[in-house]
């Protein structure tokens, strides 16, 4: 049974940091593409950032790049998204995602099967 876990959300002020970690079960990250997509209240859903299978290619919104870094220990079967320099506006719903699909595919929501239940980032001073 293919089974995903978030954690390492929390309320922190802007400008600083928070992990996320997406625990897998009953499949290997390795071999899925996973994506992590947020919600904040009234909006739609959007991509984060994904990372391939096989060769770790990464991708990121813009809004987060070089803030935010995606990472994955296949030994724990587990993938990051390191957050920095947080802002107001990464208030939301955090969830990752995981399927077999194309990297070109890897930030598309819609694309993939398997979600996580999500978990809250508050950014808040």
């Known amino acids: 049974q293919v089974q995903l876990v978030e954690s390492g959300g929390g309320l922190v002020q802007p400008g600083g940091s928070l992990r996320l970690s997406c625990a897998a079960s009953g499949f290997t990250v390795q071999n899925y593409a996973i994506g992590w997509f947020r919600q904040a209240p009234g909006k739609e859903r959007e991509g984060v950032s994904c990372?391939?299978?096989?060769?770790?290619?990464?991708n990121y919104a813009d809004s987060v790049k070089g803030r935010f870094t995606i990472s994955r220990d296949n030994a724990k079967n587990t993938v990051y998204l390191q957050m920095n320099s947080l802002k107001l506006e990464d208030t939301a719903i955090y969830y990752c995602a995981a399927d077999r699909l194309l990297f070109r595919q890897c930030m598309l929501s819609g694309r993939y099967k398997y979600w996580g239940q999500g978990t809250q980032v508050t950014v808040s001073s």
């Open positions: 990372i391939s299978s096989g060769d770790n290619s990464t």
